[in-house]
């Protein structure tokens, strides 16, 4: 273990509110295992049952997922303002199937209209959020869609998940020193695949890189915990990964091992 403080790292449950799947492996992954927080996808059918279990739940770290597209194909979500803003949707009444596609038909303005919905649903749902973050990185690809999500982040003054330092200088973007400009706060860095080998999961790359984490620092990665069972397997493009996912989070013990032998702390995003 590294000299000087600990390093931190909040480990994040992405897809809250997807599926019945993802809402009890969440859940497990909270109470019994190695997450910190998690961020609900509000236009998804099982977002509200997902709000009603953090408000049962005060001291859990809920944020929001912000949601833009779709790429479930036999599992469909509309965005909150389908009927007012069509331009939301693709042709099957729901949101595009890809970034790319909402990127080319929704315009920045419709975004950030959607999003204050997502997160106005949430507010009158109950809960109450920790940070933002976003379904398939749909905010980061474009300056305007980024801007948008620096607006919400700053109008509900919320910390925000942003792309790695290493992968932003390779995308010669500054998204990181607009976001300190604006008083927004985020983790110092986004541990997740860009950084694997080829063929390493996600289990491994911790294992092999929680040692290096920068004494002080504060890190994320994210996880898309699920039980497993017909619902994950019907619905879900990787339903092996969501619930090997789960099995990680709260019965590895090594993983479990790796953090205390690394004096990596666990933290939540109210920890910023």
Known sequence: ???GPAPRLILNCDDFGSCLAANDGIEQALTEGLATSASVMVPCAWAY???????????WSIGLHLTLSCEWQRLRWRPVLARAIPSLCGPDG??????????????PEEALAECQA??????AWGARPTHLDCHMGVMYGEPEFFEVYLELATRYDLPVRLIGERELAARGSRARD??????IRSPDDLLN????????DLRAYLLRTLGDLP?????EVFFHPATAGPELDACARDPQVRARDLLWLTGDAELRAAFER???KRINWRDL
């Open 178 to 183: 607009l976001a300190k400009r604006r008083g």
């Open 94 to 107: 729901f949101c595009w199937s890809t970034p790319a596609e909402m990127r080319e038909h929704v315009q």
């Open 193 to 200: 695949a860009p950084r694997r080998a080829a063929g390493e």
């Open 215 to 219: 004494p002080g620092s504060t890190s």
């Open 118 to 123: 997502q997160i106005e649903q949430f507010l």
């Open 262 to 264: 690394h004096g990596v």
């Open 1 to 3: 273990m590294a000299s």
């Open 49 to 59: 049952d997902a709000c009603q279990r953090a408000r049962e739940h005060p001291e």
